[in-house]
Nanobody, 122 residues
């Protein structure tokens, strides 16, 4: 069972950077593929990025490619989302997610964090 807690959100100017963290307080972090989703006001939650349980494979939404980097640290049971060149349209609540299966993670993950707000000012 994973228990996910996000941190690192905040207010940043357009063009700036933020790093989100998601810590898993459970004991099976290395068994799970991990990912990030986001939900802007009035919009559906959307996939942003994912990383395999081993860390060897990553996936990105087109909106994140070239600007965001997902990584994981098994020793710290933590997954990160480094976000650079932020735009106002990146403003959303960002959610960490986990699933044992990479394919299911990107569509319907089994576990969610509580979310962290990211606001990009123009």
């Amino acid at each position: 069972q994973v228990q996910l807690v996000e941190s690192g959100g905040g207010l940043v100017q357009a063009g700036g950077s933020l790093r989100l963290s998601c810590a898993d307080s459970g004991r099976t972090f290395s068994d799970y593929a991990m990912g990030w989703f986001r939900q802007a006001p009035g919009k559906e939650r959307e996939f942003v990025a994912a990383i395999s349980w081993s860390g060897s494979t990553t996936y990105y939404a087109d909106s994140a490619k070239g600007r965001f980097t997902i990584s994981r640290d098994a020793a710290k049971n933590t997954v990160y989302l480094q976000m650079n060149s932020l735009k106002p349209e990146d403003t959303a609540v960002y959610y960490c997610a986990a699933d044992r299966f990479e394919s299911r993670l990107r569509v319907r993950p089994s576990s969610w964090g509580q979310g962290t707000q990211v606001t990009v000012a123009s």
